[in-house]
């Protein structure tokens, strides 16, 4: 056996208990205890008198089965990989699960002696010598061992103690320190060991000795344990000492701190770019001369789902250069500036790492014909342009999703990377990426939610020949930019437009997908026509049915449900708009000549409070160019002022007659400067218009045989008046169906209706209040064909309600005179 005979059983428990000193035992081949320690009595109740002479089975029963300690080490390695774990029993029976180190000792004779190095704190050996330090880099620090007699001889030792001072086995045993090492060295090492035997106790202290074959770090710090060894009646038999190199875990520990100090910079921000520079920054700080972060390609965009690591994983998508940072200026050793693309080499360590998710460490970079960066031509011409002679590849991973990678190199710093470097790195690397993580999640979800927003939201305000409109939304919420507010303009039968604002309670994606519903629901209530106490009326139940939803939902954080709204329908024929409110802010009017009123309408209740309390409309005459402004309680309301100081600046900012819609919305929203909202802000402007009157036709028809014909020679006539012979046709035809309709159905007089727009409306009404219905006729009906007519030549077609009846109206094309234009019916009654 060599060196590699030092063998560690590390404790997988993750708690520690902090310790003195380890409990030190020393078998032979066969595994009977030669010595012991009072720190193995303290350990497991054992005396050296009870143990020494009988076999370490006595405490390591999971050594029973093996014949010889090598045959025990060999069967651990096999079965446990070491490091693994391994308990011990206690002289009172119990089991003690402990951290266990064995290591082979030679003589002079070359016999084999064992030391057993045991500590319950569940941390290897070396770390009760001289602290904490991270557990990787302890496994792969050799320990010299050394055991020398009462009069300090040399009588085993193992084959990594020459590694510490370069002194063989041979020049070492049966010599004292001070026939082979420097005289400074050599005393205090003596004195140390004296007081171990005199008091029998464990003594620590620290040296520094040039290290043989130790590369750029010539001095090296060394932690030595002496422990004083007994023999059964309690004698001093000599002492073991155990030497640890912690050179390198000193310099982790103090980048450590460095990093801590530097990573309070990282996760300041949710900018992933930021992060990324933020990354290569701290690294050429701390221990690289070059640095670049590299992210795929959808992380920077909140896009898609992250590349999973793994053999599993779908192949690599593009990457994007995040971050560079250089000692030199202009960072000349990077082929890619930020933001451009960076392609990955498919056979290369970079790759391997990306796909297996650990990290490559190349202390000497291999520039030779026929390696991955000879066939990397780009990076291989900086590489060589730059001196880089060591490299470091770190994957940024979170959650088993691969985020991007970090490249690390050196071109001035001759030293080349180690494993104190590389651990460095990825512990910045780590920190990193859960900032990245949180980053790449927020960009989703900020994605998601300005996506849902632009499609909840309408994406241009159509007015029509009646109303010029404008419109400001401000989010509270101006991280994510959504919010519960929203805001509409819906075209109606007749020239008419639905104007509506609503707040949804809350702020935030929940706010605005609730928002979205209601929203939809109010498109499906304009559609059928209803004023705007009944359209109210509905959204409340609506409102009401969601709350109730919601709280069906098992696991479903619960939240408040309910919405304020205005609902407003102007007609430009008549100039009057109609208008209820669910506890919403009333609409302010501004007239042509700039006096500012705020219509004087019932409050009501807001939405989904279920009190049952009846909606009221209000009718208003608004002369033409009125100005009519929805909004939201926070364009008035203030932590610093009434309400009713709100609505006053708002009036005054309104007041401005000749400005365009667009400079009032923005000094509408400018009443309370230099602050933020800390409500969604929603604002609404229109300016009123009114239909000509010589654009309007209207007739009475009597209730007989004599009303359809009547109808087509009044319509026709006025088309021809109008210059729109094109569409006399289907026009006549649409009209005589509906006024054959209400002859059959009402016995009222009849009312006929021309509107000529944007598109050419129909309209007639009757006494009777029961909606059409379309429906197929059969082969052999005689009936039932008219309205599937109407359907056929008009663009849409509905009916409405009115105090005395209903009316029902199809729309037609203006801009073709073909005799059959589309048949898409809005609402099929």
């Known amino acids: 056996m060599t060196s590699t005979d030092d063998v560690t059983l590390g404790r997988k428990d993750p708690k520690t208990r902090e310790t003195s000193e380890p409990a030190i035992a020393m078998v032979d081949e066969q595994g009977t205890v030669v010595a012991w320690t009072q720190a193995a009595e303290r350990l497991v109740g054992y005396s050296a008198g009870d143990v020494m002479g009988r076999s370490v089975v006595l405490v390591l029963p999971c050594s029973e089965a093996a014949p010889t300690m090598s045959a025990y080490v060999e069967q651990c390695r096999t079965q446990n990989g070491w490091p693994g774990a391994t308990a011990v029993r206690h002289r009172n029976g119990r089991m003690l699960d402990v951290d266990l180190r064995i290591s082979m000792l030679r003589g002079q004779d070359e016999s084999i002696r064992w030391l057993m190095s045991v500590s319950d704190v569940g941390t290897p050996v070396g770390q009760a010598v001289n602290g904490s330090a991270r557990e990787s880099l302890l496994i792969r620090t050799p320990i010299g061992i050394s055991v020398r007699d009462p009069q300090l001889r040399c009588a085993w030792v193992n084959d990594a103690m020459e590694s ?139 896009e898609g789902p992250p590349v999973r690591v793994g053999p599993m994983g779908r192949r690599l998508s593009a990457f994007r250069r995040a971050g560079v940072a250089s000692i030199h200026e202009g960072a000349p050793e990077s082929p890619w500036v930020r933001g451009e693309p960076v392609p990955m080499p498919p056979a290369s360590p970079i790759a391997d790492a990306l796909h297996t998710g650990r990290s490559h460490l190349e202390p000497i970079v291999d520039t030779a014909p026929g390696t991955w960066i000879d066939r990397d031509p780009v990076r291989a011409q900086k590489i060589h342009e730059s001196g880089v002679h060591s490299l470091m590849v770190v994957p940024i991973r979170a959650r088993q999703a691969l985020l991007g990678v970090a490249f690390f190199l050196r071109t001035g710093n001759p030293a080349p990377f180690q494993e104190v470097d590389r651990l460095l790195a990825e512990e910045l690397v780590s920190r990193a990426a859960e900032s990245l993580d949180n980053g790449r999640q927020y960009a989703r979800e900020h994605s998601v939610a300005l996506t849902l927003q632009r499609q909840l939201l309408p994406h241009r305000l159509r007015g029509g020949v009646a109303v010029e409109a404008a419109s400001r939304y401000l989010p509270a919420d101006m991280d994510r930019g959504v919010g519960g507010d929203w805001f509409d303009v819906i075209p109606l039968s007749g020239a008419r437009v639905a104007l509506v604002v609503g707040d949804v309670v809350g702020h935030g994606i929940n706010a605005a997908a609730t928002m979205g519903r209601l929203r939809t629901a109010v498109h499906t209530l304009a559609d059928m026509e209803l004023p705007p106490d009944e359209v109210l009326a509905h959204l409340d139940d609506t409102v009401q049915r969601l709350a109730e939803e919601d709280a069906d939902v098992p696991d479903q954080r619960s939240a408040a449900v309910g919405a304020t709204c205005v609902y407003a329908v102007y007609d430009p024929v008549t100039r009057k708009c109609t208008m209820a409110a669910a506890g919403h802010p009333p609409p302010a009017i501004v007239d042509p000549q700039g006096g500012v009123t705020f219509a004087d309408l019932p409050s009501g209740t807001p939405l989904g409070t279920g009190l049952g309390v009846p909606f009221e409309s209000v009718e208003l005459e608004l002369p033409e160019g009125s100005l009519i402004a929805l909004y939201t309680d926070g364009l008035i309301e203030s932590r610093d002022h009434d309400i009713d100081v709100g609505m006053n600046r708002l009036g005054a900012a309104l007041a401005q007659p000749g400005r365009s819609l667009e400079d009032l919305c923005s000094r509408a929203m400018d009443t309370f400067p230099g602050r933020g909202p800390s409500d969604d802000v929603t604002l609404l402007v229109v300016r009123t218009r009114s239909l000509s009157p010589d654009r309007v036709a209207s007739w009475t028809l009597p209730n007989d045989r004599t009303a359809a014909r009547s109808a087509r020679q009044v319509a026709a006539g006025q088309l021809a008046e109008w210059g729109l012979e094109g569409v006399e046709g289907p026009t006549k035809l649409i009209v005589s169906e509906l006024v054959t309709n209400a002859v059959r159905y009402s016995t009222g007089p009849i009312h006929l209706r021309l509107i000529q727009h944007q598109v050419l409306t129909c309209e007639v009404s009757d006494t009777d209040v029961c909606s059409p219905r379309l429906r197929r006729a059969r082969t052999v009906d005689e009936n039932g064909r008219g309205l599937s007519l109407v359907a056929h030549l008009s663009r849409r077609w509905g009916s409405r309600s009115i105090p005395d009846g209903k009316v029902v109206w199809a729309e037609e094309d203006l801009v073709s005179a073909r005799p059959h234009a589309r048949g898409v019916p809005a609402r099929r009654p």
């Open 164 to 302: 510490h001072d370069g002194i063989s086995r041979d020049r070492r045993l049966g010599r004292r320190s001070a026939d082979v090492l420097p005289g400074a060295e050599r005393d205090a090492l003596e004195a140390v060991m004296r007081q171990v035997l005199e008091s029998g106790t464990t003594r620590v202290h620290e040296y520094r000795r040039p290290k043989p074959a130790a590369g750029p770090l010539r001095e090296h710090t060394f932690a030595a344990s002496s422990s004083c060894l007994q023999d059964a009646d309690g004698r001093a038999l000599g002492v073991c000492t155990i030497d640890v190199d912690v050179t390198e875990r000193r310099r982790l520990r103090e980048r450590l701190a460095a990093l801590g100090q530097a990573g309070m910079r990282l996760g300041r921000t949710l900018d992933l770019m930021q992060t990324s520079q933020e990354l290569a920054d701290i690294a050429v700080t701390l221990f690289a001369d070059y640095a670049a972060v590299d992210l795929e390609q959808p992380v920077p965009f909140g």
